[in-house]
């Protein structure tokens, strides 16, 4: 109709659902530059497949205009993020056999989404939302939860009365985040293997937008409560810039696995991912560490000065955002990245070990 073509520009601007989906046409933007069969030249190409292209895109984003529930600006890269995943394993419906791909640890693709389906649900219960899965024996909310509890080092969650179960069920509430941690992705992978993986995705889908209709994806005030989840006090809303980033990270790896080209997040979401990262490593380094000019080049990168601010800068490192963020993931070492840097060259050293040290995905 007279007028769509500038109403889906404007709404690819604002939805990150459809924006995933419309990068991910890229294959289709090919296409429309080879002929058509028994055609000559790109004119031809484009004519033959412009229809489609056209129609697939207008039916991403009239899919989304129902109904939309407003997000605010950090939760919104964990909808970019769980839109393209979800576009990615969509494309194992018509190869059901490469679920059991190898993707990353000792995961096939549906263990590497069961662990996702683990990993936000410690989100997920922290903000009341019922469990999609039957692993293990501690099912519904964690009774008690409330913003002060801790997924960390402290020890039990705060709030948890006798005869309650904290999250991180199978390892112990005295238990260490990490143990706890690692005892219930185990858990829940082993589980979902017993599924078929159509049920597995479709877990991981109900939790995902699940989080994303709750009132703390949409309000920034209720999303600046701080809780402590996996070891890091931090406001809500950061809270779904991580699952974001390890939504991102794993879509990447499970896109590698299946020599699928995983688009970028979006610049404004890239950006969200890196601003945390860097308040995180700054907090790692701690204040008596010599201080760094961290330059991250790119659309959505910056300029930070990290370690001590009681005395000058001691180096300058140079990144890109992906392979700063990939390092943060633990998805690449020191020794991979290509960087620039000058001054002192141990300081550097610090900073980059630092940021790998942080990679628990």
């Not at 002929?35 to 899919?63: E, F, Q, S, V, Y």
């Not at 059901?96 to 995961?107: I, M």
């Amino acid at each position: 109709m007279p007028g769509d073509d500038a109403r889906v520009h404007g709404h690819l601007h604002d939805c990150a659902p459809c924006a995933a989906e419309a990068r991910r046409l890229r294959e289709t933007v090919r296409l429309l530059d080879e002929p058509a069969p028994g055609g000559t030249g790109r004119g031809a190409g484009r004519k033959a497949n412009a229809g489609m292209a056209r129609g697939r895109l207008m039916a991403a984003a009239r899919a989304a205009r129902p109904g939309q529930v407003p997000l605010a600006a950090h939760a919104a890269p964990y909808a970019g993020a769980v839109a393209c995943l979800d576009a990615l394993l969509r494309e194992l419906d018509r190869a059901p056999a490469r679920w059991g791909t190898p993707v990353v640890h000792d995961w096939d693709v549906q263990g590497t989404v069961a662990h996702l389906v683990a990993a936000d649900e410690v989100l997920a219960e922290r903000l009341g939302l019922a469990p999609v899965t039957e692993a293990g024996t501690g099912l519904g909310p964690v009774p008690g939860a409330r913003p002060e509890g801790g997924f960390g080092p402290e020890g039990p969650e705060a709030g948890t009365g006798p005869g309650e179960l904290p999250t991180g069920r199978a390892a112990g509430a005295g238990a260490p985040w990490e143990a706890r941690w690692a005892a219930r992705t185990n858990e829940v992978v082993a589980y979902e293997h017993t599924r078929p993986p159509a049920e597995t995705r479709e877990a991981w889908r109900t939790q995902a937008h699940g989080l994303l209709a709750l009132p703390e994806a949409g309000d920034e005030q209720l999303a600046a409560m701080a809780t402590t989840l996996m070891g890091l006090r931090l406001p809500v809303a950061d809270h779904y810039v991580i699952r974001a980033f390890e939504t991102w990270v794993h879509t990447r790896d499970i896109g590698r696995a299946l020599g699928r080209t995983v688009p970028p997040p979006l610049p404004t979401h890239l950006q969200r991912f890196l601003g945390l990262a860097v308040r995180i490593l700054d907090l790692a380094l701690g204040p008596d560490a010599r201080p760094v000019l961290l330059s991250v080049e790119g659309e959505a990168g910056g300029d930070w000065v990290l370690g001590s601010d009681a005395e000058p800068i001691a180096a300058e490192l140079v990144l890109e955002a992906t392979d700063f963020l990939l390092l943060v993931g633990g998805r690449q070492s020191p020794d991979e990245i290509a960087r620039g840097q000058a001054g002192d060259a141990a300081a550097s050293q610090r900073l980059l070990e630092t940021a790998t040290s942080l990679a628990w995905l």
